[in-house]
């Protein structure tokens, strides 16, 4: 086993890992919220986005409705997601490129990222406090699709170079 290959195995594990004890943690153990009142300007993010209203899922998200800490903490959540599955997508293709063209290992590893992202959803609702949204299967799954864009793209880019 090449380093690079034990390195590129390595952190897909780690990060399937991460997103399977993430899964399986409570909410109540991951409630941002307490630290963003803490460090966050109510009135000033108010101010900002108070006029903001939208509904994700089943549930509406404004700063009425959740608070600001709220507000900003589904922010970070839902970013947190599509980051993580797009990195995912990204490790995942590392690794299948070793085993396999650029070709192949493309359309894998967005396959391979938006299953997990479906049975992340599917594990949580086994845990208290937590639920599978569709809706954050949809989100990851954009991720996914950024991810293998770029990496599609920066391939194209190294061919074009390689030509001249």
């Known amino acids: 086993m090449t380093r690079r290959l034990f390195w590129d195995a390595l952190l897909l594990l780690l990060l399937v890992i991460g997103v399977y004890i993430s899964s399986a943690t409570p909410y ?24 903001i209203s939208f509904h994700y899922g089943s549930k509406e998200i404004s700063v009425e409705s959740v608070g600001v800490a709220g507000f900003l903490e589904f922010f970070i959540r839902k970013g947190t997601h599509f980051t993580f599955f797009a990195l995912l997508t990204f490790f995942a293709f590392r690794l299948l490129r070793h085993f396999c063209s650029a070709n192949a290992a493309l359309p894998w590893s967005g396959l391979f990222a938006v299953v997990a992202a479906i049975l992340d959803e599917w594990h949580q609702t086994f845990t208290p406090g937590r639920t599978g949204m569709l809706a954050d299967v949809i989100l990851d799954s954009a991720g996914v699709m950024v991810s293998l864009l770029l990496i599609y793209l920066f391939l194209v880019i190294q061919r074009a170079r390689n030509r001249v």
């Open 28 to 51: 109540e153990k991951q409630d941002l919220r307490q630290s963003i009142d803490r460090v966050v300007d109510d009135e000033q993010v108010k101010q900002q986005v108070g006029g």
